[in-house]
């Protein structure tokens, strides 16, 4: 009896035998059991993107997710600027008659310097080229512009009048203005220079509307002086301008005299609502006045004018006064 116990103790189940039964005994706890849970997702929590572990073949560690601005919209998407208005055929004027010295006069003031510039660039385009500069001097004399703006006008300004006649051809319609200076010393030559130099300048800024003739008085005294009085008339008095001297350093007679008399005219002609410039330069008697704006200045000296008696109409009684055209 011992014997045969022993023997049973003794026996082995072989592996081919052990090996299907435990995976079929797993298969089926797994089928039966546990197949349908997850044991990996946490509860309720959503999942990260899936990661292939592309970034860390180069060895840099994972880094949060950039998020880059959305991309600016196509030129196409944004509003288109405004164009700038074209110059119609009513603002070119009647370009069959001639134009009279304040042309264009209320499209500057209205428009401004810019298209103001536009519309003398049309004219020119059109041959019309004493029009074309009377818009330039509209520039200057009718509008708010910038230093550009007026440095393109006097520019076209000095361009367009070479090949154009003289505004009056006319000599008897001529105003005649006397720019006299008076020293109190004998007057050196370097100032009667000046004194014809500035009188020309205004005779061809005016279009030979002014006819300037210069004047100087010298006084008696003996020790070398360089007060000048300054005076412009037309026929009567005009203002008195003192000065203590037309020299200075660097400077010549001619230039300080161009700059005193343009000084000078613009302040007369704020009384008309030109405006007055902050500075002056010898090339504003030329560039910063316009024939228009030497006209208005030539009215403002000339002597008031008295009207004529008007003769009074008699009629014989019993007759009735007939319309007169």
Do not use: C
Not at 51 to 79: E, H
Not at 135 to 156: K, M, Y
Not at 202 to 225: F, H, Y
């Amino acid at each position: 009896m011992e014997l045969t116990l022993h023997r049973i103790g003794a026996l082995k189940i072989p592996w081919y035998i052990v090996v299907p039964t435990s995976l079929v005994t797993i298969y089926g706890t797994w089928v039966t059991g546990t197949r349908h849970y997850d044991f990996l997702t946490p509860e309720n929590r959503p999942l990260p993107p899936e990661d292939f572990g592309a970034d860390l073949v180069s060895g840099i560690p994972k880094a949060n997710p950039v998020l880059l601005p959305p991309p600016a919209p196509a030129m196409t998407d944004l509003a288109e600027p405004q164009k700038a208005k074209q110059i119609t055929t009513a603002e070119l004027g009647p370009l069959t008659h001639s134009p009279g010295l304040s042309e264009y006069q209320h499209f500057a003031k209205k428009e401004g310097a810019a298209r103001t510039l536009d519309l003398s660039s049309k004219l020119q385009t059109l041959g019309q080229s004493q029009r074309a500069m009377l818009a330039l001097e509209r520039v200057i004399d009718s509008t708010i512009a910038n230093l550009d703006e007026t440095a393109q006008a006097a520019a076209g300004i000095t361009a367009l009048a070479q090949g154009l006649p003289k505004w009056n051809i006319d000599p008897s319609a001529e105003i005649t203005l006397t720019l006299h200076l008076t020293t109190a010393s004998k007057a050196p030559e370097s100032l009667k220079k000046a004194v014809l130099s500035v009188a020309t300048q205004i005779r061809e800024a005016s279009g030979d509307q002014l006819n300037v003739i210069p004047k100087i008085t010298s006084g008696d005294r003996e020790e070398p002086s360089n007060a000048v009085t300054l005076q412009i008339t037309a026929g009567g008095n005009g203002p008195v301008l003192t000065l203590n001297s037309l020299y200075r350093e660097g400077s010549t007679a001619t230039d300080e005299l161009a700059k005193i008399v343009f000084r000078m005219v613009r302040l007369q002609l704020t009384d008309l609502g030109y405006p007055m410039p902050a500075g002056a330069s010898p090339r504003d008697l030329s560039e910063g006045m316009t024939r228009l704006m030497w006209r208005d200045y030539a009215h403002t000296l000339l002597p008031p004018q008295k009207k004529a008696p008007q003769e009074s109409l008699r009629f014989k009684k019993g007759e009735r006064p007939q319309e007169l055209y």
